[in-house]
């Protein structure tokens, strides 16, 4: 019937180019899961029958592999049983699965290791693995309902703070799985009404979610997927109308543009931005990725009038609030030590250490008063950026301080923006000036030795 499909031109983009399977999904993991272990549906229903409270068949685990949603308990014990069979470290053949029930081999479990019903797994893998299994089964439930019920929005704004708030607390690809989880519930939902209101709550949903994944891609280096999720995050919060998301994603495309050296696509987007940002923070932002963006162009100038224009901005700000800003926050707040670590690295990009300096100090004096008013990725970026500044001033002692304040963390493989900060210091530190210098030369090697564990970043900025 007709009325079965969106009657708009805006649903009918939402639904033919980014509607969600996510029966397919989880058919997908229990295939792979399989696939993986090598084993007959006869075996891999035995092995199963050894983590479930009840018995599958082989012609079920065909259905769930192709069609049938399984259920996330499921999804799960097929998870389990792939990496028992990876744990063994025996040949499939060799493995043990005969198909009868209580076939499935025992696992020595090594110190440090979480045991799951008879599967062994690092502790923090089976962490990952019960989170997504939480996140899977809330969304079947609310997708099972069959209709948008007053408990679906706030279920969905409390994941994507959950997201959001816990960015550099988590692996970052777990993270972007539970973010991919909130987007395709919020999207499939909208197939469920033809509610305006409650369509535009599910598309800023669809749309936050977009942005996080946007950003975390962003983190990863995976520039190709990064993209085109900011410019579907702005897409979705165009069409909701929610100006402060339309101006966020806006400002996270033109980011991306300026770090991969596109100083004017990096202003068209920021400009398309402060046509719908809000007064106060959102402005703020943007008129910060602005004096980058400036800054990557070499226009010292504007940099320094765009920065200007911000701290107008943040005093208008003192009286306003931001939905994304202050209510759902973590990820999306842009707060006084962003802005400071921000505008630190728009006047490095210049040379300016002075400058740089100044703004990185103060990010970090934000730090030390309270500890948990900075999030831990732009500590370390206004740490390594405060050490090239001084090394441009000529300051070895004090670039050591901040430079070993952040080689003292553990080498965060998913955020090559620090590894390209670091591959700045170490230019520094090679340059002729320190060249001979024996302090010099043992911080190039500290950092020559965190980056050979982080994927080198395909842009600079």
């Not at 499921?74 to 499939?92: F, N, S």
């Not at 959950?162 to 499939?188: C, Q």
């Not at 106060?280 to 226009?299: C, F, K, N, Q």
Request: glycine share 6%.
């Amino acid at each position: 019937m007709a009325d079965e499909q969106p009657s708009n031109v805006v649903g009918l983009w939402a639904h033919h180019r980014y509607r969600p399977d996510p029966a397919s999904l989880a058919c997908r993991r229990v295939a792979a899961a399989r696939q993986q272990t090598g084993l007959s549906r006869t075996e891999f229903a035995a092995a199963l029958r050894q983590l479930l409270p009840w018995a599958p068949t082989p012609e079920l685990i065909s259905s769930w592999e192709t069609d049938v949603p399984p259920p996330g308990d499921v999804v799960v014990a097929c998870d389990l049983v792939a990496h028992q069979v990876a744990a063994a470290g025996t040949p499939v053949e060799a493995a043990g699965y005969s198909g009868v029930p209580g076939s499935v081999p025992s696992m020595q479990v090594p110190n440090g290791l979480l045991q799951v019903g008879t599967a062994a797994m690092p502790s923090s893998d089976a962490e990952e693995m019960l989170m997504s299994a939480a996140s899977e089964s809330s969304a079947d439930v609310l997708l099972r309902s069959g209709h948008v019920g007053r408990e679906v929005m706030p279920e969905l704004i409390q994941q994507i703070m959950d997201v959001a708030r816990s960015y550099n607390s988590e692996s970052r690809l777990v993270a972007f799985h539970h973010a991919r989880i909130t987007r395709d519930l919020a999207v499939a939902l909208t197939q469920l009404t033809k509610r305006p209101s409650e369509l535009s709550d599910l598309y800023v949903a669809a749309g936050e979610a977009n942005a996080l994944m946007a950003s975390l891609a962003f983190d990863l280096g995976k520039w190709t997927a990064a993209e085109p999720l900011a410019r579907a995050a702005t897409a979705y919060a165009d069409i909701a109308g929610h100006r402060s998301l339309n101006a966020w994603a806006l400002g996270l495309e033109a980011t991306l543009a300026f770090w991969r050296g596109d100083g004017q696509r990096a202003l068209d987007r920021v400009d398309a931005g402060l046509v719908v940002a809000p007064v106060g923070m959102p402005r703020v932002r943007l008129l910060h990725i602005a004096a980058r963006a400036h800054a990557v162009r070499g226009d010292r100038g504007e940099t320094a009038s765009a920065l200007a224009a911000a701290l107008s901005e943040r005093e208008v700000a003192e009286t306003r609030t931001d939905e994304l800003d202050d209510q759902i926050a973590g990820e999306f707040r842009f707060d006084d030590a962003r802005a400071a670590a921000c505008a630190g690295a728009a006047w490095l990009q210049l040379g300016s250490g002075s400058e740089a300096v100044s703004c990185t100090r103060r990010t970090l004096e934000i730090h030390k008063q309270d500890a948990d008013a900075v999030g831990l990725g732009v500590l370390s970026g206004a740490r390594i950026d405060a050490a090239a500044a001084l090394l441009l001033q000529g300051d070895l002692d004090e670039a050591a301080h901040h430079l070993e304040a952040a080689l003292t963390l553990d080498p965060d493989a998913e955020n090559v923006s620090l590894s390209s900060r670091l591959t700045r210091v170490r230019r520094l530190l090679e340059t002729p000036l320190w060249r001979n210098d024996t302090t010099a030369g043992r911080l190039a090697d500290l950092v020559h030795a965190w980056l050979r564990v982080v994927p080198h970043p395909s842009y600079g900025g």
